[in-house]
């Protein structure tokens, strides 16, 4: 394998650039003596299993929770945060057979892995076992009178385990240890629901009088112990430095050439799987992974004699969601025993499933923050060594932007990604949006009592519950609320914001089952018309049926992908909060949201050209969320028209370019948001730039931009301005999901809209510095 892999990335007149290369030294590792209280069969599996003594941190960490303290282990990825929740509990359930622990990821595919790693250690007396959607019903009865050890996700907690806590009485009244691993993956909306669950799943354990210590682990966050406290609420102390060794890692910022960020992605996938170099590259949607896979073949092939693998038998894949659970089940494993070299990934695979000696990473656009950024990139160089010092050559790194204003401006200067802390994860569990359905879900498993919700879910729970009790949903006695229905109130919350059944996939002629798609996103992903691509295989979408949550693909070869566009307006419903910033104001509040997809655009695969748009009919949705939203005066309008602005087009402008630097401010992606400008709203009879939250209830992002937003528009203002082009394009103000066409657009006009809005607000300058933003 070639020493410096940089030399595999693209060169010729038509590729992209290095805009940067940081070359980041190996990193030595520091041990520690094993506990004295780690049973001493413990210590042998564990150096079977070639760990021969544990990292600093490791034991820092698992002394503080065998003792009691709850505790977050916040350290690079692959510094062996595993081992550090392992410890207590192998030794908890060595020296007690009625303890029991219960582990939570984000994903079924972590928590299967962590399960296989742990049995592979053969700890007499541990029965750890997986319990989730794919759990057949003999199995379940058996992990919940015998397991001591069970492997889930928060969802199964929700709706499984907390309704009918009498069938896990035993696993509850023994419960010594909640280990919620990958904490940084819950922010937002999910984060929120999740910290709900965590709330009512504790408040459960001491009804049955356990107690349990919660450990944690995450990459690296801002302020761990505050984030992590937010999310169970229990003190919380931090373990962040990081003992463990890593290998040398060569990170390259990449701007894209005459190609596209997609075909730059697969064409370095390709070159680095022909070098028998494995490799990840993660890409932000499912579509994006199917597309980057089938170029990144396509390449392999042209190389390998029209073939789709090479010497060895190593191919590339994809891997997403969606997929069934065999498929996924069967990449998983390729994944561990190598033979599969190159997999194109959504961020699934940005959690800790266990693959060694992965030697490079390519992250195609910006993944939302920077620790997810070092968290993908960490993979690389993740080698199964025990000494103190890490093997193998250099590992590689690759941020290939995107055409998107906040990827072009993290280019430049370096510092922005290289020299400044990682951020804070934002949850809102006061949201009364979320808060107010678990408090249901927490009645219905035990009445509460006005204690209980102060204690467990804070003051903000009071007139909530009085609320719920005054619609009917809670009957309210003297010994606390109660449920009143028969159903469970469970079913209503999705914690993961996506209501309704999942849309299913099937091939028309066969009936076969493809994979699912969320219900929220199935209009703008499989609409009539649409390209579905599976494992390299493309097919269009022949009908989809919302009633019957189904839509009918059919396979054809196209050399195109399609992007749906959609129409929005709004209402303001309340506004909680409004600053005057000279003439201009911003504001803060709960609006409704009403969206349509109203066509879609066929854009070709390598090059993302647009080919052809066409109409498309269907049924509006509607959203009650948080956003914040400025306005200019008359006065300030009339002096844009006055300088020949089209006011229209700089308003839209400004929102497409806002909506993209959001995450400069807020832990957030950009299409977890959205946007609209009018020239003149009704609510405000003034115009007005409107971005919120695109989950119900809000999420904390647009209350999060507010608070930041002289700094937000300023990047927001020097985005555009800096942009080298003309008219605009999709790195400054074109939107990749306008549902106008990106018409009308005044660049321009927007740099003066910007500076309007900003006349008189308290803000850092237009020489804004990247790096002070991303602190979140």
Same mark, same amino acid.
């Given at each position: ?7 595999l ?5 038509r590729?992209g650039?290095?805009r940067?290369v940081?070359r ?19 210590v042998r599996?564990l ?29 690079g ?9 392992w ?7 060595t ?13 079924k ?12 250690l053969?700890v007499p ?15 379940r009865?058996?992990i919940r ?42 922010r ?32 690296t966050i801002a302020?761990?112990?505050s984030?992590v406290?937010?999310?169970?609420g229990?003190d919380i102390v ?12 060569d990170?390259v ?27 990840l ?8 992974v ?14 390998a004699?029209?073939t789709h ?15 069934l ?11 561990r ?5 190159g ?7 940005e959690l ?9 990473v ?16 960490g993979?690389?160089?993740r ?10 050559p ?11 204003p906040?990827?072009h ?14 951020e ?28 209980d919700?102060l ?5 903000e729970?009071l007139?909530?519950?009085?609320d719920a009790?005054?619609r ?15 159903q ?7 914690l ?11 091939e ?12 929220s ?18 097919h269009?979408v022949?009908?989809l ?15 195109y ?18 600053v ?12 409704e ?6 066509g ?30 400025w ?5 300030q309008?009339?002096a844009?028209? #006055? /300088?020949?602005?089209?006011? *229209? =087009?700089? @308003? ?5 370019? !806002?909506?993209?630097? &959001? ?8 299409w977890?948001?959205g ?7 009704p609510?405000?009879?003034?115009c007005?730039?409107?971005?919120y #939250? /695109?989950?119900?209830?809000? *999420? =904390?992002? @647009? ?5 930041? !937003?002289?700094?937000? &528009? ?6 555009i301005?800096?942009?080298?082009c ?23 006009? *927007? ?21 002070s933003?991303?602190?979140g």
């Amino acid at each position: 394998m070639d020493a410096d892999l940089l030399g595999l990335l693209p060169a010729g007149p038509r590729a992209g650039q290095a805009r940067h290369v940081e070359r980041i030294p190996e990193r030595t590792g520091v041990t520690a003596p094993w506990p004295d209280w780690v049973p001493s069969d413990v210590v042998r599996r564990l150096a079977d299993s070639g760990i021969d003594r544990p990292w600093a941190h490791q034991v820092e960490a698992a002394e503080l929770a065998w003792h009691g303290t709850s505790v977050a282990i916040a350290t690079g990825t692959a510094s062996g945060k595993t081992l550090a929740m392992w410890l207590p509990l192998l030794s908890a359930v060595t020296h007690d057979e009625a303890a029991t622990c219960l582990y939570l990821s984000p994903t079924k595919a972590l928590a299967h892995d962590q399960r296989r790693a742990l049995n592979s250690l053969g700890v007499p007396g541990l029965r750890a076992e997986a319990y989730d959607g794919d759990t057949p019903a003999d199995e379940r009865r058996w992990i919940r009178a015998h397991a001591n050890m069970v492997f889930t996700n928060p969802d199964l907690v929700h709706r499984s385990l907390l309704p009918r806590h009498a069938a896990w009485g035993r696993f509850l009244r023994g419960l010594r240890y909640v280990l919620l691993d990958e904490a940084h993956h819950y922010r937002g909306i999910f984060g929120s629901h999740v910290a709900l669950v965590v709330r009512r799943l504790l408040r459960m354990a001491q009804r049955y009088g356990a107690d349990p210590v919660v450990v944690s682990a995450s990459a690296t966050i801002a302020d761990p112990a505050s984030s992590v406290a937010r999310l169970t609420g229990r003190d919380i102390v931090a373990v962040t430095q990081d003992a463990s060794p890593h290998a040398a890692l060569d990170a390259v910022l990449w701007e894209p050439g005459e190609g596209s960020p997609t075909s730059d992605t697969a064409e370095m996938l390709a070159a680095l799987v022909a070098a028998r170099v494995r490799t990840l590259a993660f890409v932000k949607s499912r579509r994006g992974v199917e597309a980057v896979a089938m170029l990144a073949r396509d390449h392999l092939a042209d190389a390998a004699d029209s073939t789709h693998t090479v010497p060895g038998g190593t191919s590339i894949a994809a891997y997403r969601g969606g997929y069934l659970a065999e498929e996924r089940r069967a990449l998983e494993s390729a994944l561990r025993d190598g033979s599969l070299l190159g997999v194109a990934t959504t961020n699934a695979l940005e959690l800790g499933i266990d693959i060694t000696g992965l030697d490079a990473v390519v992250v195609n656009g910006w993944p939302g923050t920077r620790a997810s950024l070092w968290q993908q990139w960490g993979r690389a160089g993740r080698q199964a060594v025990r000494d103190d010092r890490p093997e193998g050559p250099r590992a590689l790194g690759v941020f290939v932007a995107r055409e998107d204003p906040l990827d072009h401006f993290l280019l430049d200067p370096p510092e922005a990604i290289f020299r400044e802390p990682v951020e804070h994860v934002v949850i809102d569990p006061t949201n009364p949006h979320v808060l107010g359905p678990h408090l249901l879900a927490a009645a219905a498993e035990g009445p509460l009592t006005e204690d209980d919700a102060l204690a467990w879910f804070g003051r903000e729970a009071l007139p909530l519950l009085d609320d719920a009790a005054a619609r009917g949903l809670l009957r309210r006695r003297r010994t606390g609320w109660y449920w009143t229905s028969r159903q469970s109130p469970v079913h209503g919350i999705d914690l993961r914001g996506q209501a309704g059944s999942p849309v299913r996939i099937v091939e028309d002629g066969t009936g076969r089952l493809l994979g699912t798609v969320e219900s929220s996103r199935a209009p703008s992903s499989v609409h009539d018309g649409a390209v579905y691509v599976h494992q390299g295989t493309t097919h269009v979408v022949v009908h989809l049926d919302l009633d019957e949550a189904v839509a009918f693909v059919r396979p054809d070869e196209v050399d195109y992908s399609t992007t749906a566009t959609e129409i929005a307006d709004y209402r303001i419903l309340g506004v909680d909060e409004a600053v005057a910033w000279g003439e201009a104001v911003a504001y803060r509040g709960e609006v409704e949201v009403t969206s349509q997809v109203v066509g879609y655009l066929q854009r070709r695969f390598t090059t993302g050209e647009v080919l052809a748009e066409h109409p498309l009919d269907l049924p509006s949705q509607s959203l009650i969320t948080r956003g914040t939203w400025w306005t200019l005066s008359e006065r300030q309008v009339q002096a844009l028209v #006055d /300088g020949g602005v089209d006011v *229209a =087009g700089a @308003a839209h402008a400004a929102e497409h370019a !806002a909506i993209g630097l &959001l995450p400069l401010v807020a832990a957030c992606d950009r299409w977890d948001i959205g946007g609209v400008s009018t020239e003149f709203h009704p609510d405000t009879g003034l115009c007005t730039v409107l971005v919120y #939250d /695109g989950h119900p209830g809000g *999420a =904390g992002f @647009a209350d999060r931009g507010f608070a930041s !937003a002289a700094t937000w &528009l300023a990047a927001t203002r020097q985005r555009i301005a800096e942009c080298p082009c003309e008219q605009g394009c999709p790195s400054c103000i074109q939107s990749p999901k306008c549902g106008n066409g990106n018409e009308p657009l005044d660049k321009r006009g *927007a740099v003066l809209w910007l500076d309007a809005a900003l006349s008189g607000a308290p803000r850092p300058g237009h020489g804004v510095d990247p790096g002070s933003l991303l602190a979140g």
